[in-house]
């Protein structure tokens, strides 16, 4: 068996989240069954996370073994063939070592989430945003910000579903700054973390929102990150403006000097 690592990009409008489920469609899903068009028999893919429904990927990665020595780029083309016309695509394949990992050798995940704020429904950026029809105060956003950086209990932060075993994370980045496209004006926030909470992300990022508009303060936020209670979160912000944007390894597989990410 050989083992080969992929990145993959997709849209997660369609799809009830990465991970494989019975009755609905996932991404996971999509690519184990083009994998299976290529070498029969059952196809289990890891991943170096797993997102939720509606929430996108640019620089997913995954792994799989498969019996016939391929050549990266004939894996590459062979998947994308057999995964259209979903909107899942692998944009790089490498064959790696036996023992490598897409979960359990990845140092960090990296998340984007795209904010637009304009009163005019979004239409070529419609599944791809958050949308609110307000100016936020960006520096407010930030200095609440500051309060989440670093070691914490995320418990507030964290579904109540979450599995994993603490709601201690260190959150190394989360950088706030502002886009004025064609659209409108956008924040994007920047978060990197060795691993993250169910719906961590969205959860702060809702939260800030708040602060954002003005009704709360910064001080509120530490205040509920210390209460270490999920009824203290604000409200869970939408899954489409949400980005799994990178994982980073010792030694990118595939060759990259930054690693696939900025």
């Known amino acids: 068996m050989a083992r080969y690592a992929l990145?993959?990009?997709y849209h997660g409008g369609p799809f009830a989240g990465w991970q494989r489920q019975r009755d609905q469609p996932s991404v996971q899903g999509a690519i184990e069954a083009a994998l299976e068009r290529l070498e029969p028999g059952p196809?289990?893919?890891a991943a170096a996370g797993r997102t939720d429904a509606g929430v996108h990927g640019l620089g997913q990665v995954?792994?799989?073994?498969?019996?016939k020595d391929w050549t990266p780029f004939r894996l590459m083309e062979a998947l994308n063939y057999h995964l259209k016309p979903q909107s899942v695509a692998i944009v790089d394949c490498a064959r790696?070592?036996?023992?490598?990992?897409?979960?359990?050798?990845?140092?960090?995940?990296?998340y984007i989430f795209r904010l637009l704020m304009r009163r005019a429904p979004a239409t070529h950026d419609a599944g791809?945003?958050?949308?609110?029809?307000?100016?936020?105060?960006?520096?407010?956003?930030?200095?609440?910000?500051?309060h989440l950086v670093g070691r914490h209990d995320f418990t507030t932060f964290r579904s109540s579903i979450c599995q994993s075993a603490s709601p201690l994370k260190t959150l190394d980045?989360?950088?706030?700054?502002?886009?004025?496209?064609?659209?409108?004006?956008?924040?994007?926030?920047?978060l990197r973390a060795r691993s993250f909470l169910h719906n961590q992300v969205r959860s702060m990022v809702g939260t800030l929102?708040?602060?954002?508009?003005?009704?709360?303060?910064?001080?509120?936020?530490?205040?509920?990150?210390?209460?270490?209670?999920?009824?203290a979160c604000g409200p869970v912000c939408p899954p489409q403006g949400l980005y799994l944007s990178?994982?980073?390894?010792?030694?990118?597989?595939?060759?990259?000097?930054?690693n696939g990410a900025p």
């Not at 790696?96 to 990296?110: I, K, N, Q, T």
């Not at 709360?216 to 209670?229: E, I, P």
């Open 96 to 110: 790696v070592a036996d023992d490598w990992h897409a979960r359990f050798s990845a140092l960090e995940r990296r």
């Open 209 to 231: 929102e708040r602060v954002g508009r003005g009704a709360w303060t910064s001080q509120a936020v530490k205040d509920a990150l210390q209460a270490c209670d999920r009824s």
């Open 173 to 190: 980045r989360l950088d706030i700054t502002r886009v004025d496209g064609n659209s409108g004006p956008e924040l994007r926030f920047d």
């Open 62 to 67: 995954a792994h799989c073994d498969l019996a």
């Open 128 to 146: 791809l945003v958050w949308q609110v029809p307000h100016e936020l105060d960006m520096d407010a956003m930030r200095l609440a910000a500051a």
């Open 246 to 258: 990178a994982a980073i390894y010792p030694k990118n597989p595939f060759g990259s000097l930054t």
């Open 7 to 9: 990145k993959v990009e």
């Open 43 to 45: 196809h289990t893919i």
